[in-house]
C-alpha cells in the first residue's frame, strides 16, 4: 500500500491533471471560437475582394467610355476648325477683294481653303488611329465609315471651293 505522503503526491497529481485537462478543454474551445472568427472574416474579406473587383472593372469601363467621348470631342474640333478655315477662306474673297491685289486675295484664299482639306483628313485620321486600343466600353461608337463618307464630302467642298478661288472671278 501507498503511503500517506505518496497518496497525498498522487492527489495532487491528479488534481493537476484535471486542471491542465481543464485548461487544455478551455484553450480547445478558444481555438475552435477563433477558427470560426477567421472563417467569417476570410469569407467576409474575400467578398469584398470581389466587390472591389467588380467596381474596379467598372471604373475601367467607365474611363472606357470618357476615352470614347474625348476622341468624338476632338474629332469635331477638328471638323469645326475645318468649317471655320473653308468659311474664312471663301470669305476672304468677298472681304478682301478692293483692298488688297487679287493674288493675295487667291493666296490668302487657298491657304485657309487646303488647311480646311487638311483639318477634315486629320479628324478623320485622330478618330480612326487612336494608337492603343482601350478597353471595351458600354457606349456604341460611331462607324468609321460615317467619318470617312462625311469627311470625304467636307474635303471635295474644301476642293470645289479651291477651285472657286482660283478660277472664279475676284473684284467687282
Not at 4 to 10: G, M, Q, V
Not at 16 to 41: D, F, G, I
Not at 62 to 74: G, K, S
Not at 106 to 128: E, N, P
Request: charged share 15%; hydrophobic share 50%; with cysteine.
Amino acid at each position: 500500500m501507498a503511503t500517506p505522503p505518496a497518496e497525498e503526491k498522487l492527489k495532487h497529481s491528479a488534481q493537476h491533471a484535471e486542471e491542465a485537462a481543464a485548461q487544455t478543454q478551455e484553450a480547445a474551445e478558444n481555438t475552435q471560437e477563433a477558427a470560426e472568427q477567421t472563417h467569417a472574416a476570410a469569407k467576409t474579406t474575400a467578398k469584398a475582394t470581389v466587390q472591389l473587383k467588380d467596381s474596379a472593372d467598372r471604373r475601367t469601363e467607365l474611363a472606357a467610355n470618357r476615352t470614347v467621348f474625348a476622341a468624338e470631342r476632338t474629332y469635331a474640333a477638328w471638323v469645326r476648325t475645318g468649317l471655320a478655315a473653308l468659311a474664312s477662306g471663301v470669305g476672304a474673297k468677298k472681304l478682301l477683294e478692293g483692298v488688297v491685289p487679287d493674288w493675295m486675295i487667291v493666296s490668302t484664299g487657298s491657304v485657309l481653303v487646303l488647311f480646311s482639306a487638311f483639318c477634315f483628313a486629320a479628324a478623320v485620321w485622330r478618330q480612326l488611329f487612336t494608337g492603343s486600343q482601350p478597353p471595351q466600353p458600354d457606349v456604341q461608337k460611331i462607324p468609321p465609315y460615317l467619318f470617312v463618307i462625311f469627311n470625304g464630302f467636307l474635303a471635295l467642298v474644301s476642293l470645289a471651293a479651291l477651285f472657286g478661288l482660283w478660277f472664279g472671278r475676284t473684284g467687282g
